[in-house]
DNA sequence: GCCGTTTTCGGCCCGACTGTTTTCAGTCG
């Protein structure tokens, strides 16, 4: 069984955690935090680059000895420091680091004074009173540790996009009726338009920030207010999000919104760059000495630093500053460079609305061509279609097709991929569909290697085009399914098939990891909404924002093609 | 523990807020 980046990742965080509270040397800690980082973000696995013989020093932040390390836990899954490190400090003490307002040195200072282990010691020395008789705890952090160890319930868990922006809109309404307030934006992964988010980090440039904050701070759905000062405030709204609010002068916007922006690693990474030429950079400005010499844009920032203006999405330090150097960043793809869409259910098997309503729908939103794909057969739970309803609602798309001006339907289906890997229509009615989307939904259980040949047969047959939802996914309810990607894409490109991003903001399938893959490997993608609904067609710009974090251009994107030349590619 | 277009040694991003302090450490992002 292959060893996750996942799994190797989040042991290096906890070794680093444990490592922190035994106050070893901060920088090493750090050192193994970024490693975490570079392997969690890695698009392919690290067992797959040791089977290609890649020397693994090769990825940032990895050394001799973190390779050393990596190879280890691919061969054994363990990681015998951590081991180490576990004897002689609790495991569980990393736990406790997760209650808001304890790091490393007051878990070790609880440890060491009242032997405090686990959160049920935490929860009991809290109730008892004990925690305020250690040096460096008061009254009030003893209060606080109560109350947070009481609601801690694991993980804060990451919140869909979408999800994000149903909470930051009325937020940000609400927030644009302070005096005295210029420019409101959501900054950090929000802007970046990561799949999920941990927080909202909201910028604001005003001159006072005092009223602001009150006002901020006064809204109706505030639960709890972490911190608030006169730029800076936290707090946790009713609905578990925390949204960070930060106030800066306006000399200080682009600055600032880099700043916030991040990600992390990118910041760190230009900082670095400021300081190669003698700059300061932080969220104020750019400084040489005490003198801001840039920041009013975050184009002035990048300017200093010798980089063309790097868009948000690309910002995590996945060798977008290299790109930018050189003069090779992508030309990102947008929503308006989309054609059409090639994957949308109706009434006929577990959509909403008729053929009708879904051509209008698309047609309103620009698109030369709209692709119906119903269920197929084996799919009883979404009503698929068998061979007979199959032409028959083809008949029904012809008629349509006869009345639409500016819009053509195509004739497809999203095909299953049955467990032996065949295709869930024998081939005299595959041969009928203008292409075929295919995909798994069901056997999600299979070894990676099975449910990888499954896939690789299913694509042996001439009339696969397009696989859809490659990874089975969904966010934050159901792990993907074992593959092996990028044999998955290796076969499409031999074989002359595409893939999908599934722009459905709970799929997002493609990850932006996989795109970056795809396109390295040649491999086109259609972005496509599922839709399930009128209103679903719009999900496209979640699929838009999914691909530009993949590096996807409009020429890596099919549905960016015109009809004629889009149908030739589904020649075989 | 990583890294190098001044370095293979000696650096490593940096500012705001809180609570417990009497001048600042710890935490967070």
């Avoid at 009928?432 to 990676?448: N, Y």
């Avoid at 694509?459 to 990607?485: Q, V, W």
Wanted: aromatic share 6%; hydrophobic share 35%; charged share 35%.
């Amino acid at each position: 069984m292959a060893v996750h980046n996942r799994e190797i990742a989040d042991k290096f965080d906890r070794l680093a955690d444990l490592l922190e509270i035994e106050d070893a040397n901060p920088f090493r800690v750090r050192a193994y935090r970024n490693a975490a980082r570079t392997v969690r973000g890695y698009p392919r696995s690290m067992s797959d680059l040791l089977e290609d013989g890649i020397d693994l020093t090769e990825l940032p932040d990895i050394g001799d000895d973190l390779a050393k390390k990596i190879q280890t836990l691919v061969e054994t899954g363990r990681l015998p420091l951590l081991e180490e490190v576990e004897e002689r400090t609790p495991p569980a003490l990393s736990e406790l680091m997760k209650i808001e307002g304890l790091g490393p040195k007051r878990v070790r200072a609880l440890f060491l004074e009242l032997n405090i282990k686990t959160l049920d010691d935490l929860k009991e020395a809290a109730e008892s009173g004990k925690i305020h008789e250690v040096a460096g705890f008061g009254d009030k952090s003893e209060e606080k540790i109560k109350e947070r160890v009481e609601k801690f319930s694991g993980e804060a868990p990451r919140t869909m996009l979408i999800d994000a922006e149903e909470i930051a809109k009325p937020l940000l309404e609400y927030l644009q009726k302070a005096e005295g307030i210029k420019d409101v934006m959501i900054a950090g992964s929000y802007r970046r338009r990561k799949e999920t988010v941990g927080d909202l980090d909201i910028l604001i440039t005003a001159k006072q920030g005092a009223e602001i904050m009150d006002h901020f701070t006064n809204y109706e759905e505030v639960e709890e207010v972490v911190s608030k000062g006169k730029t800076r405030s936290t707090v946790h709204l009713r609905s578990g999000m925390q949204v960070d609010l930060r106030v800066v002068p306006q000399v200080s916007y682009g600055a600032a919104q880099h700043y916030f922006t991040g990600s992390k690693a990118h910041n760190i990474a230009v900082r670095k760059l400021g300081i190669k030429r003698g700059y300061k950079i932080n969220e104020y400005g750019v400084f040489e000495g005490d003198k801001r010499i840039a920041g009013e844009t975050e184009k002035s920032v990048y300017d200093k630093v010798g980089l063309p203006y790097i868009p948000p999405e690309l910002r995590e330090n996945r060798g977008e500053l290299e790109a930018a150097r050189k003069g090779k960043l992508p030309k990102l793809i947008t929503l308006e460079d989309i054609r059409g869409n090639l994957h949308a259910h109706t009434k006929a098997s577990d959509g909403h609305n008729t053929l009708k309503e879904m051509a209008e729908a698309a047609a309103k939103l620009g698109y030369e061509y709209l692709a119906i794909t119903e269920h197929s057969k084996s799919l009883a739970v979404a009503s698929g279609l068998d061979k007979k309803q199959l032409l028959a609602h083809f008949e029904q798309i012809e008629k349509l097709n006869e009345q639409l001006d500016d819009i053509v339907l195509l004739k497809s289906s999203e095909v299953d991929i049955l467990e032996d890997g065949s295709l869930d229509y024998p081939d005299d009615v595959l041969k009928e569909l203008d292409f075929t989307v295919c995909a798994v939904h069901q056997k999600f259980d299979l070894s990676r290697k099975k449910q990888t040949e499954r896939i690789l047969r299913a694509m042996d047959n001439p009339y696969f085009n397009i696989l859809a939802h490659p990874s089975g996914r969904l966010i934050n309810k159901r792990d993907p399914y074992e593959t092996d990607l990028e044999k998955i894409l290796e076969a499409a490109k031999e074989r002359d098939c595409f893939v999908e991003l599934n722009a459905q903001p709970q799929r997002l399938d493609l990850t932006d990891e996989g795109c970056i893959m795809a396109k390295e490997l040649g491999v086109k993608i259609s972005i496509a909404t599922d839709a399930h609904s009128t209103s679903n067609l719009e999900h496209m710009r979640f699929g838009i924002d999914q691909a530009r974090r993949g590096w996807l251009e409009a020429k890596d994107v099919i549905n960016c093609l015109p009809l004629k030349k889009l149908l030739k590619l589904f020649d075989r």
